[in-house]
Structure formats: structure tokens, C-alpha cells
């Protein structure tokens, strides 16, 4: 994912930046090899099953607080299963997953970015960034998963950006293939699977959603205005994983439970103009 065009060009002109970027990096790699591989381990091994590597690698992701990018994560896990998909001399069972993969691609890709984006804790609705790692397990299609770990922590020094919080995300993700897996699974269990996935991830965002509405007069405008365009892209991301589901054969998410505090539905009396227009955004998208 890299880092942000500011983050970028400070770090091309001042070395120690680079530096500072750099002991950041480390810290947190140091932290989550072990838990990654010890949580994509007990996966095969408590349910027996063999596994095969289809592809892995990290990604890293620097950017400042108030700055907040869904589409330069999305192009960097699309790119991701691309290269799977498209890469290497696979033999044998390995070549057996990635020929099963194939035609679940947009399914993979748009449900990796929607469970990233869910482990980044873009539905929170506090703005205070801690250290924060989640480890998840995605079935694809039958006998894929899509290993996912995603940590995040937040720095800051007086002399870089006037003490603005720098954010370090960082991915480490495996697909693998188990054959035994396969046998295991139906592909219309496996697509039920990512349904109740993204409905899960809908709901939170939902109670996120609740949160701006309820808060739209009182809420610092700076808050509401990232938290709407948090929701907003999520929402379209989750919207896509759940047409690529159902365009792969399984069914749709049936339609959320819309606004629970009707009073919502009225808009506060002198609303100014740009609260407003979140609001109605909100409350659209809500329904």
C-alpha cells in the first residue's frame, strides 16, 4: 500500500524520517510474524486438514491521521490475488487451488478488502488510534482461505508534520488450498459463509452510521465529515462483495435492519448547510 504522497516526499528528502518510518516497520514485524503463523497453523491443524500455499507477502501502509485512503488498499490486495492467480509454475494440489480460484477471483478480491478494511476498524467510532491487531480466517471457495492478520498503531514526533499522528497499518496475508478442505465443503455452504461475513461487517457499520446521525450536532464537524466518508466507502466496498457473491452463484444478504431510532428520520431544527448534507447522506444510506 505504501504511504501517503506527503509521508512519501518527507521521507524522500529527510533521511531520518526514512529512518524513523523504517524502526516503525520493524517494531511492529517483530510483533506479528509469530502471532500470524501460529493462528494460520492451529487452522489446519486442529481440523486435520493438509494445507498448500498458494500465495504470500506484507504490505504497509503509512499515513497521517486526518488522511484516510479505501482505494489505495483496495488496489493493493486486488493487485495481490492478481499475482496469485496469474504467477508461478504451481504443480499438484497447489495448482489445483489456484485452478478453483479462478473463477472466484472478484469473489476473493472484493471480500479480502471488505474483511482488511473490518480489521483496520474502519467501523470504530473513536478517532484515537491504539495498537491494534486482528487475525481472520475467510473461506473463498471451496478448500481457499484467505489468511488475514492486520495490525496498526499510531506515533507521533514534534518534528514531523507539527506533531500530527502518523498511522502504520500493516497486512500479512496467505491464500492456501487443502484439499481435504475441499472435499469437506459445498460451494453454496461456503458462499452462505461470506454472506453472514459481510452482513456481520454491515451491522457494525450500521452502528456506526447510528453514531454520526445521533451525533450530528454535536460532534466536532472535522469527526463526522471522516467518520461519513469512512462509512460511505465502506459501505460501496461491502456492496461490492456482496454483488460478487451473488454473481458467483451464492445468495444475497437479505436486507439489513434499517434506522431502529426512528426520531432520526427527522432533521434537526438549524442544521447548517454542510452538517446537513452528511446527515441526509447518512440517513440515505441507513434505509
Same mark, same amino acid.
Given at each position: 500500500?505504501?504511504?501517503?504522497?506527503?509521508?512519501?516526499?518527507?521521507?524522500?528528502?529527510?533521511?531520518?524520517?526514512?529512518?524513523?518510518?523504517?524502526?516503525?516497520?520493524?517494531? &511492529?514485524?517483530?510483533?506479528? @510474524?509469530?502471532?500470524?503463523?501460529? @493462528?494460520?497453523?492451529?487452522?489446519?491443524?486442529?481440523?486435520?486438514?493438509?494445507?498448500?500455499?498458494?500465495?504470500?507477502?506484507?504490505?504497509?501502509?503509512? !499515513?497521517?491521521?486526518?488522511?484516510?485512503?479505501?482505494?489505495?488498499?483496495?488496489?493493493?490486495?486486488?493487485?495481490?490475488?492478481?499475482?496469485?492467480?496469474?504467477?508461478?509454475? *504451481?504443480?499438484?494440489?497447489?495448482?489445483?487451488?489456484?485452478?478453483? &480460484?479462478?473463477?472466484?477471483?472478484? *469473489?476473493?478480491?472484493?471480500?479480502?478488502?471488505?474483511? *482488511?478494511?473490518?480489521? #483496520? @476498524?474502519?467501523?470504530?467510532?473513536?478517532?484515537?488510534?491504539?495498537?491494534?491487531?486482528?487475525?481472520?480466517?475467510?473461506?473463498?471457495?471451496?478448500?481457499?482461505?484467505?489468511?488475514?492478520?492486520?495490525?496498526?498503531?499510531?506515533?507521533?514526533?514534534?518534528?514531523?508534520?507539527?506533531?500530527?499522528?502518523?498511522?502504520?497499518?500493516?497486512?500479512?496475508?496467505?491464500?492456501?488450498?487443502?484439499?481435504?478442505?475441499? !472435499?469437506?465443503?459445498?460451494?453454496?455452504?461456503?458462499?452462505?459463509?461470506?454472506?453472514?461475513?459481510?452482513?456481520?461487517?454491515?451491522? =457494525?457499520?450500521?452502528?456506526?452510521?447510528?453514531?454520526?446521525?445521533?451525533?450530528? #450536532?454535536?460532534? %466536532?464537524?472535522?469527526?463526522?465529515?471522516?467518520?461519513?466518508?469512512?462509512?460511505?466507502?465502506?459501505?460501496? #466496498?461491502?456492496?461490492?462483495?456482496? =454483488?460478487?457473491?451473488?454473481? =458467483?452463484?451464492? %445468495?444475497?444478504?437479505?436486507?439489513? %435492519?434499517?434506522?431502529?431510532?426512528?426520531?432520526?428520520?427527522? *432533521?434537526?431544527?438549524?442544521?447548517?448547510?454542510? !452538517?446537513?448534507?452528511?446527515?441526509?447522506?447518512?440517513?440515505?444510506?441507513?434505509?
Amino acid at each position: 500500500m505504501g504511504k501517503t504522497q506527503s509521508i512519501e516526499r518527507e521521507a524522500q528528502s529527510n533521511q531520518n524520517f526514512q529512518n524513523y518510518l523504517e524502526s516503525l516497520h520493524k517494531q &511492529l514485524e517483530d510483533k506479528t @510474524n509469530t502471532d500470524f503463523e501460529k @493462528n494460520r497453523k492451529s487452522f489446519y491443524d486442529k481440523n486435520g486438514y493438509d494445507c498448500h500455499t498458494l500465495g504470500t507477502s506484507m504490505k504497509w501502509d503509512f !499515513r497521517q491521521q486526518n488522511s484516510f485512503e479505501p482505494a489505495r488498499i483496495k488496489d493493493s490486495v486486488e493487485t495481490a490475488v492478481k499475482s496469485i492467480l496469474g504467477g508461478g509454475s *504451481v504443480t499438484g494440489a497447489a495448482a489445483k487451488g489456484i485452478s478453483m &480460484l479462478a473463477g472466484y477471483e472478484s *469473489v476473493a478480491t472484493s471480500v479480502g478488502v471488505s474483511v *482488511v478494511l473490518a480489521a #483496520m @476498524n474502519i467501523c470504530s467510532t473513536s478517532m484515537k488510534i491504539t495498537y491494534n491487531e486482528q487475525y481472520t480466517d475467510a473461506p473463498i471457495c471451496p478448500g481457499v482461505t484467505l489468511h488475514i492478520l492486520t495490525f496498526s498503531d499510531s506515533f507521533q514526533r514534534v518534528e514531523y508534520f507539527d506533531n500530527q499522528t502518523i498511522i502504520e497499518t500493516g497486512i500479512r496475508y496467505e491464500l492456501c488450498f487443502s484439499e481435504k478442505k475441499a !472435499r469437506a465443503e459445498a460451494t453454496m455452504a461456503n458462499m452462505i459463509s461470506l454472506v453472514e461475513i459481510i452482513r456481520k461487517y454491515n451491522q =457494525a457499520l450500521l452502528k456506526l452510521e447510528t453514531y454520526i446521525a445521533e451525533g450530528i #450536532m454535536t460532534l %466536532p464537524f472535522w469527526e463526522i465529515d471522516e467518520l461519513n466518508e469512512r462509512s460511505k466507502r465502506y459501505r460501496e #466496498m461491502l456492496n461490492r462483495a456482496n =454483488a460478487e457473491i451473488a454473481k =458467483a452463484g451464492g %445468495p444475497t444478504a437479505n436486507k439489513l %435492519p434499517g434506522i431502529e431510532n426512528r426520531a432520526l428520520l427527522k *432533521v434537526p431544527a438549524e442544521l447548517p448547510p454542510d !452538517r446537513l448534507a452528511i446527515y441526509q447522506d447518512v440517513l440515505q444510506r441507513m434505509q
